[in-house]
């Protein structure tokens, strides 16, 4: 495990798993070594009967800023496309069995947006942001964004979240579908730990079914985390991305 993810099953939440992101330097940027510690703990919480919920959270005034650039711009500077990784994490992501819940406060930008649409339950801050820079990156959607995002939220402001890179508020998530409740900056941590372990007392094999039922067939969700790979792929060998991220490193 990496520092940058600390990975916890804290005494005072019973059944309750913790991920959060421990980079605030960067403001939780994501590198590969944090996928694949996530991507591992996910998939521990399927296996372990003693988790019954994972709750993602973040550092004060920032949840994650998305992907790591560098890794972006290497691949872009040696021809190389998505990281399995990235790819492991979602799918993990996608297929977990158990409850999954998001606390945010501050700054939600891309994978840290979109890693949402794929939880349960999203508690934000008032002082919340959301946004998905991909085009202005040169890049395309992912996390299967591009299909459960006009489904949640409506042709328009999924277009708005993700080809216009339109930043959302707090408010105005919740008003799209994208989070569940807006609370104050301080009871983030409070009232997603709180949802969170009231989730894992419920009777598990009823929750399961209940929670498959309500999320529906997954093998389109990975169909469609997979098309948007390969475009992302390609993408990330184009010159302008290259010229995107190479001007975006120089601010």
Known sequence: MTDHI????????????????NRPEKKNAI?????????????SADADTTIRATAFLGTEGCFSAGNDLNDFLAAAVGGGGLEQEILDFLYALV???????SGVDGLAIGIGTTIHLHCDLTIASSRSQFRTPFVDLALVPEAGSSLVAPRLMGHQRAFA???????????????????????EPGEVDIVTLATAARLAAKPPEAMRIA?????????????????????????????????????????
């Open 31 to 43: 590198t590969r070594a944090m996928y694949r510690t996530m991507a591992d703990a996910l998939k």
């Open 211 to 251: 929670r498959d039922l309500v999320r529906g067939d997954r093998d389109e969700i990975i169909a469609r985390i997979d098309e948007e790979a390969r475009h992302f792929s390609a993408r990330l060998k184009s010159a302008e991305a290259r010229a995107a991220f190479e001007a975006f490193m120089r601010r």
């Open 161 to 183: 979240l993700l080809a216009a890179g339109e930043t959302f508020s707090a408010e105005e998530a919740k008003d799209a579908g994208l989070i569940w409740k807006v609370v």
């Open 95 to 101: 297929k977990a069995q158990k409850p999954v819940i």
């Open 6 to 21: 600390i990975v916890e099953q804290p005494s005072a939440h019973p059944g309750v798993q913790i991920i959060r992101f």
